[in-house]
T-cell receptor, first 110, second 115 residues
Framework: RKEVEQDPGPFNVPEGATVAFNCTYSNSASQSFFWYRQDCRKEPKLLMSVYSSGNEDGRFTAQLNRASQYISLLIRDSKLSDSATYLC???????????FGTGTRLTVIP | EAQVTQNPRYLITVTGKKLTVTCSQN?????MSWYRQDPGLGLRQIYY???????DKGDVPEGYKVSRKEKRNFPLILESPSPNQTSLYFC??????????????FGSGTRLTVV
């Protein structure tokens, strides 16, 4: 079973739409959670860390549900520049590795 | 500018010909790591290093070597490349390893093709 599972998409949404991605993780000992963004043929870049109480950064909101072991990312008022692949990432306490999902591809359409 | 620099960006080589992919960071990070990214499999860790002269295997270390003689550099060595090592490789560094809330800083990637 994969450590992190995501719906690969693609999600095609119009500009201004709200879109949500979910991912699930298998290891209940996971303690650190992140969303990364990866543009085509580019390196992943940290979008935001995900905290237990949920957190918001502008148009982006991340939520963590430990009981169900899933993480979500909500993007409001989508922009063309939001088109990318979004990677769900987790790590366990004391681990020296990040476990990456395979990513969810988002295309924002004019 | 804080960054992780990988070279080369693209490399085509033949089976069995030793190669090295270099990685250098200018952020004084102690933790560095190598990942490969393959379609449908996501990023998988090859090796990591917690500090100078401290390295350890990740999830897919077979066929790779690394060294950490200086804090800033973490080269990836393929002693005898094979076609199944054709992949997109990323070097990453972090201030406090996988637990850091600041996440990893990745290099721009090296697209390797072994024929």
């Amino acid at each position: 079973r994969k450590e992190v599972e995501q719906d690969p998409g693609p999600f095609n949404v119009p500009e201004g739409a709200t879109v949500a991605f979910n991912c699930t993780y298998s290891n209940s000992a996971s303690q650190s959670f992140f969303w990364y963004r990866q543009d085509c043929r580019k390196e992943p870049k940290l979008l935001m860390s995900v905290y237990s109480s949920g957190n918001e950064d502008g148009r982006f909101t991340a939520q963590l549900n430990r009981a169900s072991q899933y993480i979500s990312l909500l993007i409001r008022d989508s922009k063309l520049s939001d088109s990318a692949t979004y990677l769900c990432v987790v790590s366990q306490t004391g681990a020296n590795n990040l476990f990456f999902g395979t990513g969810t591809r988002l295309t924002v359409i004019p | 500018e804080a960054q992780v620099t990988q070279n080369p960006r693209y490399l085509i080589t033949v089976t069995g010909k030793k190669l090295t992919v270099t990685c250098s960071q200018n952020m004084n990070h102690e933790y560095m790591s190598w990942y490969r990214q393959d379609p449908g499999l996501g990023l998988r860790q090859i090796y990591y290093s917690m500090n100078v002269e401290v390295t350890d295997k990740g999830d897919v270390p077979e066929g790779y070597k690394v060294s950490r003689k200086e804090k800033r550099n973490f080269p990836l060595i393929l002693e005898s490349p094979s076609p199944n090592q054709t992949s997109l490789y990323f070097c990453a560094s972090s201030f406090r390893g996988a637990q850091s809330a600041y996440g990893y800083t990745f290099g721009s990637g090296t697209r390797l093709t072994v024929v």
